[in-house]
Protein backbone atom coordinates (compact mmCIF):
# COMPACT_ATOMS: atom_id res chain seq x y z
CA UNK A 1 0.00 0.00 0.00
CA UNK A 2 2.18 3.01 -1.28
CA UNK A 3 1.78 6.44 0.25
CA UNK A 4 0.97 5.58 4.19
CA UNK A 5 4.82 5.85 4.74
CA UNK A 6 6.00 9.16 5.18
CA UNK A 7 8.58 10.13 2.60
CA UNK A 8 8.37 6.40 1.26
CA UNK A 9 10.25 7.02 -1.66
CA UNK A 10 13.16 8.77 0.55
CA UNK A 11 13.33 6.83 3.81
CA UNK A 12 13.35 3.49 0.88
CA UNK A 13 16.31 5.12 -0.98
CA UNK A 14 18.02 6.37 2.38
CA UNK A 15 17.44 2.84 3.59
CA UNK A 16 18.83 1.16 0.52
CA UNK A 17 22.12 3.20 0.51
CA UNK A 18 22.03 2.64 4.39
CA UNK A 19 22.45 -0.96 3.68
CA UNK A 20 24.90 -0.67 0.87
CA UNK A 21 27.10 1.18 3.25
CA UNK A 22 27.11 -1.84 6.19
CA UNK A 23 27.49 -3.98 3.36
CA UNK A 24 30.78 -3.13 2.48
CA UNK A 25 32.03 -1.56 5.70
CA UNK A 26 30.40 -4.13 8.28
CA UNK A 27 30.68 -2.39 11.62
CA UNK A 28 33.57 -1.51 13.70
CA UNK A 29 34.21 2.23 11.96
CA UNK A 30 33.64 5.57 13.73
CA UNK A 31 30.48 7.00 13.46
CA UNK A 32 32.20 9.84 10.93
CA UNK A 33 33.09 6.92 8.46
CA UNK A 34 29.47 5.59 8.48
CA UNK A 35 28.51 9.42 7.73
CA UNK A 36 30.54 10.35 4.82
CA UNK A 37 29.89 7.06 3.39
CA UNK A 38 26.21 7.11 3.65
CA UNK A 39 26.09 10.54 2.33
CA UNK A 40 28.41 9.11 -0.82
CA UNK A 41 25.77 6.87 -1.69
CA UNK A 42 22.73 9.15 -0.92
CA UNK A 43 24.46 11.77 -3.74
CA UNK A 44 25.16 8.78 -6.20
CA UNK A 45 21.34 8.38 -6.35
CA UNK A 46 20.68 12.66 -7.02
CA UNK A 47 19.51 12.92 -3.38
CA UNK A 48 19.27 16.27 -2.07
CA UNK A 49 21.13 16.10 1.34
CA UNK A 50 23.27 18.17 3.44
CA UNK A 51 25.86 16.76 6.20
CA UNK A 52 26.68 18.66 9.32
CA UNK A 53 23.55 20.71 8.53
CA UNK A 54 22.35 23.75 11.15
CA UNK A 55 18.92 23.36 11.96
CA UNK A 56 17.03 26.20 14.43
CA UNK A 57 15.18 25.17 16.79
CA UNK A 58 11.90 26.94 17.26
CA UNK A 59 10.35 27.96 20.85
CA UNK A 60 7.02 29.60 19.58
CA UNK A 61 8.29 32.59 17.68
CA UNK A 62 12.23 32.40 18.27
CA UNK A 63 15.15 30.73 17.57
CA UNK A 64 16.06 28.65 21.39
CA UNK A 65 19.04 27.34 20.07
CA UNK A 66 20.57 25.10 16.92
CA UNK A 67 21.31 21.50 16.23
CA UNK A 68 23.43 19.78 13.58
CA UNK A 69 22.14 17.57 11.91
CA UNK A 70 24.29 14.52 10.62
CA UNK A 71 22.34 14.63 7.70
CA UNK A 72 19.42 16.33 6.47
CA UNK A 73 17.37 14.85 3.34
CA UNK A 74 15.74 17.64 0.93
CA UNK A 75 15.11 19.73 4.40
CA UNK A 76 12.40 17.42 5.88
CA UNK A 77 14.24 14.17 6.93
CA UNK A 78 16.51 14.22 9.65
CA UNK A 79 19.30 10.89 9.27
CA UNK A 80 21.39 10.29 12.99
CA UNK A 81 24.26 8.04 12.76
CA UNK A 82 25.07 6.01 15.09
CA UNK A 83 28.27 3.26 15.63
CA UNK A 84 27.29 1.85 18.78
CA UNK A 85 26.42 -1.63 20.57
CA UNK A 86 22.84 -0.63 20.35
CA UNK A 87 20.37 2.15 20.73
CA UNK A 88 19.58 3.86 23.80
CA UNK A 89 16.26 5.30 24.85
CA UNK A 90 18.33 8.65 25.10
CA UNK A 91 19.29 8.14 21.28
CA UNK A 92 15.20 8.05 20.45
CA UNK A 93 14.59 10.95 22.74
CA UNK A 94 17.54 13.20 20.77
CA UNK A 95 16.23 12.77 17.77
CA UNK A 96 12.49 13.03 18.73
CA UNK A 97 13.25 16.56 20.32
CA UNK A 98 15.00 17.90 17.28
CA UNK A 99 12.05 16.90 14.76
CA UNK A 100 9.84 18.50 17.57
CA UNK A 101 12.00 21.81 17.90
CA UNK A 102 12.60 21.92 13.74
CA UNK A 103 9.24 21.13 12.79
CA UNK A 104 10.29 18.25 10.58
CA UNK A 105 8.54 15.28 10.73
CA UNK A 106 10.73 12.02 9.80
CA UNK A 107 14.30 11.10 11.06
CA UNK A 108 15.58 7.97 10.47
CA UNK A 109 18.16 6.63 13.49
CA UNK A 110 20.32 4.40 11.86
CA UNK A 111 22.87 2.35 13.99
CA UNK A 112 26.33 0.94 11.80
CA UNK A 113 27.68 -0.58 14.96
CA UNK A 114 26.15 -4.12 14.95
CA UNK A 115 26.72 -6.99 12.73
CA UNK A 116 23.26 -6.35 11.39
CA UNK A 117 22.49 -2.55 10.66
CA UNK A 118 19.36 -1.14 13.19
CA UNK A 119 17.10 1.46 11.37
CA UNK A 120 14.38 2.96 13.26
CA UNK A 121 11.63 5.69 11.55
CA UNK A 122 10.95 7.74 14.23
CA UNK A 123 7.84 10.25 12.91
CA UNK A 124 6.51 13.81 14.79
Do not use: W
Not at 23 to 44: C, D, M, S, T, W
Not at 60 to 88: H, P, T
Request: proline share 2%.
Amino acid sequence: MSGLILYEESSNAIIKSAYEVHRILGPGFLEKVYENALLHELQLKNIKCEAQKPIDIYYKDIIAGKYIADILIDEKIIIEVKANSGLEDEHFTQLLNYLKGTNNRLGLLLNFGLPKLQIKRIAN
